[in-house]
């Protein structure tokens, strides 16, 4: 799930597979074509922030190589900061987007992907909160391994502070 702070509306790509980083940073590439480049034209960096755990935590290797490729394929530098552990409840997507998307189908079945992404699509709030959806098709393996070479080809740099939850991933030439 994307979340744009500045904009108060958001992306959800609904997987029909595995939890993965590879599913996370689909799912920031679907909102940056289909959202974000027509909203930041000139960007040349794009901030994330992230739980520290899960799919796209600051330890998950994976994640840092789709980010890696992600950062290839858009030319853009992308700087991530890692909420530290158990610090979730600052993360503004679980108030601005996950509690109301819960209200909304709050009592009706989930019995289809199309019911799922109409009802995230359909939420809205007094405050214009707006969300775009669709259906990831995509096949996500879990436990892929990534190599110490895999890493150490990354285009990384770690920040002073807390280098293991503040990165930037520039574009590799």
């Not at 500045?6 to 597979?17: K, M």
């Amino acid at each position: 799930m994307v979340y744009d702070l500045t904009r108060n509306e958001g992306w959800g790509s609904v997987g029909i597979s595995h939890d993965t980083a590879q599913l996370a940073v689909a799912s920031i590439r679907c909102w940056w074509y289909h959202m974000g480049r027509r909203r930041y034209p000139q960007a040349r960096k794009l901030l994330i922030t992230a739980d520290a755990g899960g799919s796209n935590g600051y330890r998950t290797r994976l994640w840092k190589i789709e980010l890696q490729k992600l950062a290839n394929e858009l030319q853009l530098t992308i700087h991530v900061s890692h909420f530290p552990p158990g610090t979730s409840k600052w993360n503004k997507i679980e108030h601005r987007r996950f509690s109301f998307i819960t209200q909304n189908w709050w009592g009706r079945p989930l019995d289809s992907l199309a019911t799922v992404v109409n009802l995230i699509a359909n939420t809205t709030t007094d405050k214009g909160l707006h969300i775009e959806t669709a259906i990831d098709v995509t096949v996500s393996n879990k436990g892929i391994e990534v190599t110490g070479e895999e890493m150490q080809a990354l285009n990384i740099k770690c920040e002073k502070f807390h280098g293991d939850w503040n990165y930037i991933i520039r574009p590799q030439k």
